[in-house]
């Protein structure tokens, strides 16, 4: 069976910008700069000043596999059948969904999320809150270097929870209220990612709390990835491909605008957005438990820090899966049946109010309205993580992500620096807070499966997190006329437990890497997609695969997404189950501090940080 590597670009639209919020859970971590790394320019105002220009390093070079159209029948038929996870039956302990979130886990890790219980309010005043004043902090994470290419995407990142994380000075004033929508949004993600890794618990065979004990303190951070319109979508890429270096993502999307992408079965397909919907993606750390390396017969991944092992991720630009290569133990010379092709799915009926959605993208949107000035109030500093602008520093002649973002860590409320929260527009901190607290719900349920179908106590990854991390990324992918020549977000893995991501219903960007190809995740209404993230990859030695996905930018279209990142804390060890290994560890033991911190250190480079993880690395 083939493997879903690298996750798909963050396609940009022609005429309609795109914003999508992301809630990664992991830890914090501190960062400090480096002397050849620099701001990363603003997408944005590129687009404001000159919208028919694309400077250089911002444009792609495709190889003949990256050349490959997407808009193949193949592709199209995936895109249709990227699952969907109703989160109101997981909660209940549904054996038929709790089977659907296993096989999605397995098969694609990656699935979009519905009656999810955030109120539709909460995420639509999180997407359309219009900006007045500004006073936040934005940008790019990661500055250039010489040649680097960039993606086409402007972020701003929050760290949520624990609240003691917070910098507020990042957070953003204006638009009036957007605080709040933050607040509110990523309290209702928060919800959502503790449901999630109870779920998720389960289907690894474990006690519903396993997971959320197995982080110890979860981490919540928020990235909002801003795609503006681009003339030449198919020349650059929101967001590189990448997967995620933490438990869980979840995405909230456009509602309208599809730019994510995924790659399946070496395809990269859309994921089309459902209305209210969040996207999960399963992060590099659900893989491996000692009870799954018995079953597969193998360990596939070595126990790490995730500390080391997100610190690792961090030094470089998004590539792909290269991250969750670094813990595995060594080459493994024949794949399980059971191996996991892709790790993600869509999940419906999660509980979360259709309000909650719709103010979260209400308020974002008139966030990424303010003025330049106003949300560099809140630009992320150099070698900083919450904050507006882009968490990929940019080095000289480096390959830029088309997007911005907001990140901002949600859970526990300790972690948050309220000074990087927007405070404009009015209620943005509101709906951030309602938006993440429903995801919160929503992961911790999914969670709480994961142990069951892991074969573990319902309880057990919650447990193992010691302290469940979450964090929100919104990302803002402009329209862009070459949207072949850029990407929203580089191809990447999460180095989270799982994320759960918001679309927008109507705007295509995701795409995951399904056997060597990039599929696009087609959004539904109200759902949320769900992947599974570096930690559940390395908890289950590698028989939850930590999909490999990017954003694309489109022609015409603004597409924006909320990613919900679940992490366990940072002195967590993170390493396979012993049930989970049938012959030998793919992965050893990591501090997920140390993991996190070099997962955060690298641009999204794909699969890259998992590398560092690996047996034998």
């Known amino acids: 069976m083939s493997k879903a590597n690298t996750p798909p670009p963050l396609k940009t639209t022609h005429l309609k910008p795109l914003v999508g919020a992301l809630i990664f859970f992991r830890t914090e971590r501190n960062m400090s700069s480096t002397p050849d790394m620099a701001f990363a320019p603003n997408v944005q105002e590129i687009v404001r000043s000159n919208p028919s220009q694309i400077p250089e390093n911002f444009l792609i070079i495709r190889n003949e596999e990256e050349g490959k159209s997407n808009n193949t029948a193949d592709t199209f038929h995936l895109s249709s059948e990227i699952p969907i996870v109703d989160l109101s039956l997981l909660s209940r302990g549904h054996k038929e969904e709790l089977n659907k979130l296993d096989q999605a886990c397995k098969e694609w890790g990656f699935f979009q999320v519905v009656n999810h219980g955030v109120a539709t309010e909460v995420l639509q005043e999180m997407r359309m809150l219009r900006p007045s004043s500004l006073n936040f902090r934005y940008g790019q994470a990661y500055a250039a270097s010489q040649g680097q290419t960039l993606d086409w995407s402007d972020a701003l990142f929050l760290n949520v929870y624990p609240s003691h994380h917070r910098k507020l000075k990042f957070w953003p004033t204006s638009p009036e209220r957007f605080k709040v929508a933050i607040e509110a949004y990523s309290s209702g993600v928060k919800r959502v990612g503790d449901e999630l890794l109870k779920s998720l618990s389960l289907t690894l065979g474990m006690e519903k709390d396993a997971l959320l004990k197995l982080h110890q303190e979860m981490v919540q951070v928020l990235r909002v990835n801003y795609y503006p319109t681009c003339h030449m979508p198919d020349k650059v890429l929101g967001l590189s491909p990448h997967s995620d270096t933490g438990t869980i993502t979840i995405l909230m999307q456009e509602d309208n605008v599809t730019g994510l992408q995924i790659r399946k079965e070496g395809e990269w397909v859309p994921v089309k957005p459902i209305p209210n919907a969040l996207v999960v993606n399963v992060g590099d750390v659900i893989e491996p ?177 010691k302290e469940l991390l979450q964090t929100l990324r919104v990302n803002y992918i402009p329209p862009c006329s070459m949207p072949d020549k850029v990407l929203g977000l580089s191809p990447h893995s999460d180095a989270s437990t799982i994320t759960i991501l918001m679309q927008e219903d109507n705007v295509t960007g995701l795409q995951i890497r399904k056997e060597g190809e990039w599929v696009p995740v087609k959004p539904i209404p109200n759902a949320l997609v769900v992947n599974v993230g570096d930690a559940i990859e390395i908890w289950s030695n590698g028989k939850y695969k930590s999909i490999e996905h990017r954003a694309v930018a489109n022609v015409g279209k603004l597409r924006i997404s909320y990613a919900s990142f679940l992490f366990p804390h940072v002195d967590v060890e993170v390493g396979p189950f012993d049930h989970m290994v049938e012959s030998s560890r793919t992965y050893k033991k990591v501090k997920y501090g140390d993991y996190l911190t070099t997962a955060l250190k690298n641009k999204l480079k794909g699969k890259a940080h998992t590398e560092m993880a690996k047996t034998g690395s």
Do not use: C
């Open 289 to 465: 438990f000692d009870h799954i390396v018995e079953a597969l017969g193998t360990r596939r991944y070595k126990k790490v820090k995730y500390g080391d092992y997100l610190g690792n991720s961090l030094k470089g630009k998004l590539k792909g899966k290269a991250h969750i290569e670094t813990a595995k133990i060594g080459k493994i010379n024949a794949k399980s049946d059971v191996d996991i092709k892709i790790s993600f799915l869509g999940v419906v009926n999660h509980g979360v109010a259709a309000e909650v959605l719709q103010e979260m993208k209400y308020a974002t949107a008139k966030f990424f309205q303010l003025p330049l000035e106003e949300k560099n109030k809140i630009r992320m500093a150099s070698g900083g993580f919450q904050g507006y602008g882009q968490v990929d520093g940019v080095t000289r002649g480096e390959t830029m992500d088309w997007s911005d973002q907001l990140v901002l860590t949600l859970y526990p409320a300790q972690y948050r620096m309220l000074n990087s929260w927007p405070t404009e527009p009015e209620g943005y901190k509101e709906a951030i807070e309602a938006y993440s607290s429903e995801v919160k719900r929503v992961g911790e349920e999914l969670l709480r499966s994961l142990s069951l179908i892991m074969g573990m106590e319902k309880h057990t990854l919650l447990e193992l997190h």
